[in-house]
């Protein structure tokens, strides 16, 4: 029970708000040491985490040329796109965003959306733009919100479509796992399949929720703005 | 054979350049312990590669991620002023060039799938062009250098150094967040090899109803859900769950269809994803890209999904396994 201790750490530490890379380091140290291993086999499985963690730290190559294209204007020049389509709100745009993520999730196409890679040049300014241009001038609150719904969009197309693919390492892990575990022969076939139903629920569900944040929005904004005219009317 | 060391190589390269420039920007007032952090990542992503073939001891690499962290975690890392372009200057140069700012930016993706669905299959001499395995990451990182050729290309931009500096304020603005996901592996790693999972999973038989084919489905959904909170991932979650509750009641016991159980077990461990900082690279990185105040924000934004699905993982799989 006394590893357990290192979850605790962790739970207290996120719920305190303390710096999350310290809160993990102890955390590690904690379970490591009450778990049985010496020193230096914490050390080293801190640096064998690292080096075999690498690839999660990789979009960091896309960086330069996303900053260069900023500088450039290219998320003011997403914001302009978007009002062109008068008929595409926020939560419809966001939407066709979800589906395409999780179509693209379940061809095996991973990393061709990413917060990196789409969400922050593109997407983000994109669901921005449309909201501005039905609702005027977003508040801090509202400039949040569609941006944290932009991320959620990207995160449940991926999670509820690549379990489609037959490839991706979720289904090989659970038919290796199950295969050598248990002396049985899964196919990755039928594992996929069984990711279907709850795929279209994620849709779904995700999708009618990012359509009522355009009313959400809607009505936070109509508050925020009216109270602005009137100030000015009061002064003439 | 294009291999995906050399990529980490290139990353680490990038960060050390990248920290260089850290050491003499004087508008930050914390540049020496930003630039120590960043090169350390930068020097433990190249030292790395000897790591994992084993021919360099791990522990002074785990060493300096514990100053990483703790560099980070006391607050020796900052950042400088930004040295961009104006407001007014971006809408006059997106005005200039249009929708010709989209070529660069959709060349990642497009690049990335044309490794992923063509160039993975092409090999030379009888090596595959890329490396096996890797293909996404190699994807990525070609999608990437080629997207910045072709922007400073179009943009007539001669000077390396700019995008670097436009990546490095980026960088700056992630701060610690940026190595939050490497560090939770780790952790994930530490938990398993310490028997966190057995603990939990010994837990999980003790709450298991007798006699209830609904509830078990319910506590294997849900109890996949939690771990892969506690863990930061479904995947740490899923031998423990599924060798506790999974394969000996709903499998054996309940003669469930195991493709069924399995795949949907899965998913509930999904839902779990969606709302752990644990899961930092999809959660506590995009609010930090996205420059968000509160770092929970797409945790908020997903948090009612996760529970509905969680709900729809319990019904689906009480409904078709059985």
Redesign the interface.
């Known amino acids: 029970?006394l590893?357990?201790l290192?979850?605790l750490v962790?739970?207290i530490g996120?719920a305190t708000r303390r710096?999350?890379?310290?809160v993990?380091?102890v955390?590690?140290i904690v379970?490591?040491l009450?778990?049985?291993?010496s020193p230096?086999e914490?050390?080293?499985?801190?640096?064998?985490?690292?080096?075999?963690?690498?690839?999660?730290?990789?979009?960091?190559?896309?960086?330069?040329?996303?900053?260069?294209?900023?500088?450039?204007?290219?998320?003011?020049?997403?914001r302009?796109?978007i009002a062109r389509f008068t008929k595409l709100t926020t939560g419809r745009f966001l939407a066709l965003y979800l589906l395409l993520r999780q179509v693209?999730a379940a061809l095996?196409?991973?990393?061709?959306?990413?917060?990196?890679?789409?969400?922050?040049?593109?997407v983000?300014p994109m669901a921005e733009g449309a909201a501005e241009r039905a609702h005027g001038p977003l508040t801090?609150k509202a400039r949040?919100?569609v941006?944290?719904?932009?991320?959620?969009a990207?995160?449940?197309g991926?999670?509820?479509g690549e379990?489609v693919f037959l490839a991706v390492?979720?289904?090989l892990?659970?038919t290796g796992?199950?295969n050598t575990?248990?002396d049985?022969h899964?196919?990755p076939l039928?594992?996929?399949?069984?990711?279907i139903?709850?795929a279209i629920?994620?849709f779904v569900?995700?999708g009618w929720?990012l359509l009522r944040l355009d009313r959400q929005l809607e009505r936070e904004l109509l508050t925020a703005n009216a109270t602005q005219p009137t100030a000015t009317e009061a002064v003439k | 054979m294009i291999k995906a060391e050399w990529f980490y190589w290139l990353v680490g390269a990038i960060f050390l350049v990248m920290a260089a420039q850290m050491v003499t920007d004087r508008s930050n007032p914390k540049r020496l312990g930003t630039a120590a952090f960043w090169g350390l990542i930068g020097a433990g992503f190249v030292y790395s590669s000897w790591v994992v073939d084993h021919r360099a001891p791990a522990e002074p690499l785990g060493a300096a991620v514990l100053a990483m962290a703790a560099l980070a975690g006391f607050g020796f890392t900052g950042r400088g002023t930004v040295r961009t372009t104006t407001g007014a200057e971006r809408a006059a140069s997106a005005a200039r060039l249009g929708n010709r700012l989209f070529v660069p930016a959709l060349t990642i993706p497009l690049v990335a799938m044309a490794c992923a669905v063509g160039v993975k299959k092409l090999s030379i001499g009888g090596e595959p062009v890329l490396q096996k395995g890797s293909e996404t990451i190699l994807g990525l990182g070609i999608g990437a250098i080629t997207a910045l050729v072709v922007g400073m290309v179009m943009l007539r931009e001669k000077r390396i150094a700019t995008p670097v500096h436009a990546g490095r304020s980026m960088l700056e603005a992630m701060g610690w967040a940026m190595l939050l996901p490497q560090m939770l592996a780790t952790l994930g790693t530490i938990f398993s090899v310490s028997g966190v999972g057995e603990e939990v999973g010994e837990l999980t038989t003790k709450a298991l109803p007798e006699d209830s084919l609904y509830l078990a489905v319910a506590v294997y959904c849900i109890g996949m859900f939690l771990f892969t909170v506690i863990m930061g991932n479904a995947f740490a979650a899923f031998p423990v769950m599924t060798a506790a509750v999974g394969w000996p009641v709903l499998i054996e016991q309940a003669d469930g269809n195991a493709a069924a159980v399995l795949a949907i077990g899965m998913l509930a461990g999904f839902c779990g994803t969606l709302v752990t900082p644990m899961a930092a690279n999809f959660n506590i990185v995009p609010a930090a890209l996205l420059e968000l105040k509160d770092q929970y924000g797409p945790i908020k934004a997903q948090l009612p999904t996760a529970v509905i699905l969680l709900g729809c993982n319990i019904a689906i799989m009480s409904v078709v396994a059985f």
């Not at chain 1, 095996?108 to 593109?122: D, E, F, K």
Request: hydrophobic share 50%; glycine share 10%; aromatic share 10%.
């Open positions: 029970m590893v357990l290192g979850v962790v739970v996120f710096n999350p890379l310290l993990v380091g955390a590690g379970t490591g009450l778990g049985g291993l230096r914490v050390l080293a499985a801190f640096g064998d985490g690292f080096a075999s963690s690498r690839a999660v730290t990789i979009f960091a190559i896309t960086l330069p040329v996303i900053g260069l294209l900023e500088r450039y204007g290219l998320q003011e020049q997403a302009s796109l693209t095996g196409l991973v990393s061709v959306c990413g917060p990196a890679q789409t969400v922050r040049p593109l983000a801090d949040e919100k941006r944290s719904f932009s991320a959620s990207d995160n449940v991926l999670f509820f379990d390492g979720s289904i892990l659970i796992f199950v575990t248990y049985t899964l196919e039928h594992l996929a399949l069984w990711a139903p709850t629920c994620a569900v995700h929720r």
